[in-house]
């Protein structure tokens, strides 16, 4: 049972990056996903949420409007869509399965630099 995320990498302000995290072990369609952040020094912070019931989604204020989070249920994945990245945005990303049980990726790194 594991979470595996990837798409991470050095991008430039204004640039994109697709972060994918699969799941295994476990169905997708049973488990809210969320997509935290943790920079360096910070507290680990909430980026989106999508709910399994009625595919309802939900940002933090400042990504809202350049972050999309979608899943493929099929797939068994869950993807976060990062347009107009600005350097605030760096950090390790993290995919986070909330159900029955709670699962976590390992992280992947997203740096944004000039």
């Known amino acids: 049972v594991q979470l595996v995320e990837s798409g991470g990498g050095l991008v430039q302000p204004g640039g994109s990056l697709r972060l994918s995290c699969v799941a295994s072990?476990?169905?997708?369609?049973?488990?809210?996903m969320r997509w935290y952040r943790q920079a360096p020094g910070q507290e680990r912070e909430l980026v989106a949420f999508n709910s399994r019931v009625g595919d309802s989604t939900g940002y933090r204020d400042s990504v809202k409007g350049r972050f999309t989070i979608s899943r493929d249920n099929v797939k068994n994945t869950v993807y976060l869509q990062m347009n107009n990245l600005k350097l605030d945005d760096t950090a390790v990303y993290y995919c986070?399965?909330?159900?029955?049980?709670?699962?976590w990726g390992q992280g992947t790194q997203v740096t944004v630099s000039s």
């Open positions: 986070h399965a909330r159900g029955p049980l709670n699962y």
């Open positions: 072990g476990f169905r997708l369609s049973n488990y809210d």
